[in-house]
């Protein structure tokens, strides 16, 4: 009897626990829902740049060279000043180049006035030949020293030329307006015809921006290079060293000739007005390419793509508020946008905010944007 009890008692305590725990199983509350930001995919156009490592060349630069020997006896320009065609820059000692021409024009003067004389003494012996006065042996003669005075009057007038063109290269003239470079040269140095640097000149305005650009962007560098000033003005601009803007626009003035096999890439020269000589030779910029898509393009905040293990995804909220993760693709990448070119519908919602707390299949709770303050 006592141990029917007891099994009785057990019984009752086990259906009691059975009965608590299904009521505490019914009570357990719901998953929470995350709060997060969302935004739409929405199609537009897009107006990406393109940046490209540039070098500033200029469009006409020489070496300026000593074409005469000599001692430096003039030094007419400061270092890195602005110069004009035609301008004295240096003059080398000229005395024997002068001396040389006065003795190369008297040489001159003199075949000359001899090649006068043979001419009147050719003249005279013909007459006399038609008369048969003379033998024909001395107008032969007349005629050789004819030959020979031309030939002396060409080789003295050549020699003037040559005394006289050594005379003007004893003064070192700009080709071309620019800027001069810093002298390599100071007075009384002798410098040697054809060896020595005495200096560079470069123009300065306008200046041009070389940079590379794969080969698969020549079609595109050659419609730019053909479009209105107009509209190339507004799509070609350059980043300074320290990231500043250069305030003036470029344009594309040339393609190289040939592709370099070696990298696949192809030279391509933009020029910028450059009135205030801020681009120097040799200067490292950026240039920036900006492109506008012909057709709209789906397009979605930056923020809200996450990359692992170099896929690209986003998170985006189902029907039943729950994030859906989404493998995308995406393309060009423009402000605080970027081009998702496969993986996502337009108008779908993804979450911008609040990615780090978000796993697959999570309840999410969409939050309205703040709006900035005025």
Known sequence: MKSINIATFILLGASAAVSCGGSQQQQRPAQQAIPVSTGKAAEQFVTGASSYPGSVVPLNQTDLRAEVSGYITGIFVADGATVSKGQRLYEIDRTRYAAAQEQARSALAIAESNLARVKRDLERYRKLAEQDAIAKQTLDYAETDLSNAEAQALSARAALTTATTDLNRSVIIAPFNGTIG??????????????????????????????????QEIQRFLALQK????????????????????????????????????????TVRATFANPDGLLRAGMNTTVRILSHSPEKQLVIPYKAVTEQLGQSSVYVVSDSSTAEQRTVVLGQKTGDKVVVASGLSNGETIITDGLINIRNGAKVAPQPQQQPKP
């Open 227 to 266: 479009s209105p000033a107009v509209e190339k003005d507004s799509l070609i601009t350059l980043v300074l060293p320290g990231g500043a803007p250069y305030p003036a626009p470029g344009r594309i003035s040339a393609l190289d000739r040939a592709v370099d096999p070696g990298t696949g890439t192809i």
């Open 182 to 215: 810093m002298s390599q040269v100071r007075m009384g140095a002798l410098v040697s015809a054809g060896n020595t640097l005495i200096n560079s000149i470069s123009t300065t305005n306008p200046i041009a921006v070389d940079f590379p650009v794969n080969e």
